[in-house]
T-cell receptor, first 111, second 113 residues
C-alpha cells in the first residue's frame, strides 16, 4: 500500500512568488494535516482538512492557504513568499483522530 | 503555556552503546505522548504512543517510559546501530486530535562506528 506522497520533493522560489505543494493521502484516509518544520525547530501545525473542508488552522498568516479535493488529496499554497518561509513542509494523513502518517516532505527554499 | 522540551539537543554515541533521551512537558489536558524518529529530510515515523495509564512501551530496541505525575518521558535506545542516527521527536497531544499536537524540537542523535 502506498504511503503519503508529497510533491515536489524540492522547490526553489524567489521572494514574492507563490508556491504550491501537493499531498496525496493514504487510500481511505479522509484527513490531511500540513506542518511547517523550519531548520532546527519543531513541527508547527499549519492546516487541517477533513472531508474537503478546512477544520482548523495554526497561527500562520493568511498567505498560507490550501484546499482538499474530492479525492482527499490536498494542496498547500503559500503566497508572497518570504525568506523565512524556507522550511520542510510535511503532510500527514489519517482516518481517525488518534494516528496519522507523514509523507516525506517538500523542502521549500526561498531565495 | 503548552510546551514540550527535549534534552539533550544533540547526542553522539558509539555503535552498540545505549542512550536515553528526555522529554518534559507542560501540556494540559493530556491525552497521549508519542515518540517519532525522523531521518534527515524525511517525514517522522511513529515509534511509540502512550496514554495516561501507560508507563512503559517498547518497540524493538526502543523503550519509552512515561511518568504522568512529573510530566516526564524518556526514550531508551538499546544496542544502538548506525541506522539509529536521526532526530527523535517527543509529541504530546492535548485532546487526541492531530491538529492539537505539541511537538518538541527533537534530539539529534548521531551513532558513530
Amino acid at each position: 500500500e502506498a504511503g503519503v506522497t508529497q510533491s515536489p520533493t524540492h522547490l526553489i522560489k524567489t521572494r514574492g512568488q507563490q508556491a504550491t505543494l501537493r499531498c496525496s493521502p493514504i487510500s481511505g484516509h479522509t484527513s490531511v494535516y500540513w506542518y511547517q518544520q523550519a531548520l532546527g525547530l519543531g513541527l508547527q501545525f499549519l492546516l487541517w482538512y477533513d472531508e474537503g473542508e478546512e477544520r482548523n488552522r495554526g497561527n500562520f498568516p493568511p498567505r498560507f492557504s490550501g484546499r482538499q479535493f474530492p479525492n482527499y488529496s490536498s494542496e498547500l499554497n503559500v503566497n508572497a513568499l518570504e525568506l523565512e518561509d524556507s522550511a520542510l513542509y510535511l503532510c500527514a494523513s489519517s482516518f481517525s483522530l488518534f494516528e496519522a502518517f507523514f509523507g516525506q516532505g517538500t523542502r521549500l527554499t526561498v531565495v | 503555556k503548552n510546551q514540550v522540551e527535549q534534552s539533550p539537543q544533540s547526542l553522539i554515541i558509539l555503535e552498540g552503546k545505549n542512550c536515553t533521551l528526555q522529554c518534559n512537558y507542560t501540556v494540559s489536558p493530556f491525552s497521549n505522548l508519542r515518540w517519532y524518529k525522523q531521518d534527515t529530510g524525511r517525514g517522522p515515523v511513529s515509534l511509540t504512543i502512550m496514554t495516561f495509564s501507560e508507563n512503559t512501551k517498547s518497540n524493538g530496541r526502543y523503550t519509552a517510559t512515561l511518568d504522568a505525575d512529573t510530566k516526564q518521558s524518556s526514550l531508551h535506545i538499546t544496542a544502538s546501530q548506525l541506522s539509529d542516527s536521526a532526530s527523535y521527536i517527543c509529541v504530546v497531544s492535548v485532546d487526541g486530535g492531530y491538529n492539537k499536537l505539541i511537538f518538541g524540537a527533537g534530539t539529534r542523535l548521531a551513532v558513530h562506528p
